[in-house]
């Protein structure tokens, strides 16, 4: 499944990185510990977190994610959605809680790793 295709599918809002909406997806990690996900993220991970500051585009770029989602109405602050934007790193937004978009993203067919 693409990103594209995931946003068709749930309720996500494109913040930043609409020209890779084609990546492939290939599993999905939830954590708000940074040092965490660069260490156990796989690329082509979905990664779901309610951080919005601009170390989220840095772990997202040093990782290869294909998108991160920030859940719970989290917003992307004004530094970091310019990072993203210049560095092409898919950022979604959703109103729904990190157990439930994880939820979601389990009954597509998305699992970990």
Known sequence: MTVEELITLLPLTVVSG???L?????GGYVSDLLSNVMGQACAGNVW???QGHQ??????????LAA???AGGVKLDKD????????EIVILSTLLSSFEITGR???LGIAGK
């Not at 170390?55 to 290869?64: R, W, Y």
């Not at 970091?80 to 560095?87: I, R, T, V």
Request: glycine share 8%; net charge negative; charged share 15%.
């Open 18 to 20: 609409q020209s890779k």
């Open 22 to 26: 084609g990546h492939e997806i290939t």
């Open 48 to 50: 779901v977190t309610m």
């Open 55 to 64: 170390n989220i585009v840095a772990v997202a770029s040093l990782t290869g």
């Open 68 to 70: 991160v989602i920030i």
């Open 80 to 87: 970091a959605a310019g990072k993203a934007e210049s560095e």
């Open 105 to 107: 993203l389990y009954q």
